[in-house]
Structures are given as structure tokens and as C-alpha cells.
């Protein structure tokens, strides 16, 4: 199972009993049990870190890296 979210990566965190979303930063993935992944989640204004399933997460912004280029090897000049 992949990932859907990285440490690091900004999220909004909604879990239905809450009036408004929590704008958080994913501090661990956690190991995956059966088809769900939990993330550890921390807002800055709280003192404490959440467990949560992914499914109750959205990505803001990530810290995915850009698609880098391919470059061919460069070979050895023939003699």
C-alpha cells in the first residue's frame, strides 16, 4: 500500500464531529493495517500530535519533489 501523504506535507483535517477543519502538518506515517494508513498529525496551536486515518485527511500542500528530467549517462570518448 502507498502512501497518500508524507511527513511534512500541510493537510486539512475533518472528522465529522468537528464544526470546522484543522489545518495540520503530518509528522509520521504510521504502518499500514489492512486497506487503511494512519498518519500522526499535529496543528500548530495545540500541544499534542492526533492519530487519524487518511481518509479523514486533504492535502494543502505537499513536499512532493518536482519531476526531475531525465539525462542520459554520458559516455567515455572513444580512443
Known amino acids: 500500500m502507498s502512501e497518500i501523504f508524507s511527513v511534512g506535507d500541510?493537510?486539512?483535517y475533518h472528522d465529522g464531529s468537528m464544526?470546522?477543519?484543522l489545518t495540520?502538518?503530518?509528522v509520521r506515517v504510521m504502518?499500514?493495517?489492512?486497506?487503511s494508513r494512519t498518519y500522526r498529525i499535529r496543528d500548530n496551536n495545540e500541544r499534542f500530535e492526533r492519530?487519524?486515518?487518511g481518509f479523514t485527511?486533504?492535502?494543502i500542500s505537499?513536499?512532493?519533489p518536482a519531476a526531475v528530467p531525465f539525462k542520459p549517462s554520458v559516455s567515455a570518448k572513444k580512443r
Open 62 to 64: 505537499g513536499n512532493k
Open 19 to 21: 464544526g470546522a477543519a
Open 31 to 35: 504502518p499500514a493495517e489492512g486497506n
Open 24 to 26: 495540520c502538518e503530518v
Open 51 to 53: 492519530a487519524v486515518p
Open 10 to 12: 500541510t493537510v486539512s
Open 57 to 59: 485527511l486533504t492535502l
